[in-house]
């Protein structure tokens, strides 16, 4: 089956810098990438998602890249603010192929973001 | 914003009893999931429900386990003979549809479930 991996498991950086989170995916046939930020006493949240026929999408501060022939993907958020501290989750959806997988995620570790003021 | 609600927020039980978590989805989705998340470790897949019936499981989700939806509005997932290692936060999430390109999961604030 699928297995992601991210990195780093903590991130802390300053106010105002920006902050990278990796993740690699083992099974080619993953197609679609969404990113889930957690805070405190909430469940996972989509902040921002990308398909296999993409190659990078941006949402304002946040952007997602992805390299398939490599088969890793990667969060980016510029001007990180204190409010972007969080649990950031990536994970990763084989295409369905007929199957009923479309609900099916496999998440990464996490990565527990710290940005001081 | 719509949101996906779970109840109890915490449950603590004794190993050998039945747990029921329960959740209601957003009203109009049609697909509902459970994950589970063991303290420490990554989200995990448990089961998809759709058109009431199960459309995937995972091997962690053994004859122990069962989901159902009662009615038009909660989404259920029932733990027969809880052990010491169900111990973690059980998420459910639903979504409008599965259509390639278009099934994007929302998650509940999460059911953590502690086994005595």
């Known amino acids: 089956g699928e297995n992601v991996e991210q990195h780093p498991s903590t991130l802390s950086v300053q106010e105002g810098d920006s902050a990278v989170i990796k993740c690699t995916y083992s099974?080619?046939?993953?197609?679609?990438f969404p990113w889930y930020k957690q805070e405190l006493g909430k469940g996972p949240q989509l902040i921002i998602d990308?398909?296999?026929?993409?190659g990078e999408k941006k949402d304002q501060r946040i952007a997602v890249t992805l390299n398939k022939t490599a088969k890793h993907f990667s969060l980016h958020i510029t001007e990180t603010q204190p409010e972007d501290s969080a649990v950031y989750f990536c994970?990763?959806?084989?295409?369905?192929?007929?199957?009923?997988?479309?609900?099916?995620?496999?998440f990464g570790q996490g990565t527990i973001l710290t940005v001081h003021p | 914003e719509p949101e996906v609600t779970q109840t109890p927020s915490h449950q603590v039980t004794q190993m050998g009893q039945e747990v029921i978590l329960r959740c209601v989805p957003i009203?109009?989705?049609?697909?509902f999931y459970w994950y589970r998340q063991i303290l420490g470790q990554k989200v995990e897949f448990l089961v998809s429900?759709?058109?009431?019936?199960?459309?995937?499981k995972s091997e962690i989700f053994d004859d122990q386990f069962s989901v159902e939806r009662p009615d038009g509005s909660n989404f259920t997932l029932k733990i027969r003979s809880t052990k010491l290692e169900d111990s973690a936060m059980y998420f459910c999430?639903?979504?409008?549809?599965?259509?390639?390109?278009?099934?994007?999961?929302?998650f509940g604030a999460g059911s953590r479930l502690t086994v005595l």
């Open positions: 099974d080619s046939a993953s197609n679609y």
């Open positions: 994970a990763a959806r084989l295409s369905n192929a007929g199957g009923t997988s479309y609900g099916k995620l496999t």
């Open positions: 009203s109009n989705h049609l697909y």
């Open positions: 990308i398909r296999s026929n993409v």
């Open positions: 999430a639903s979504s409008l549809r599965v259509k390639s390109g278009a099934n994007v999961l929302t």
């Open positions: 429900f759709y058109n009431n019936e199960i459309s995937e």
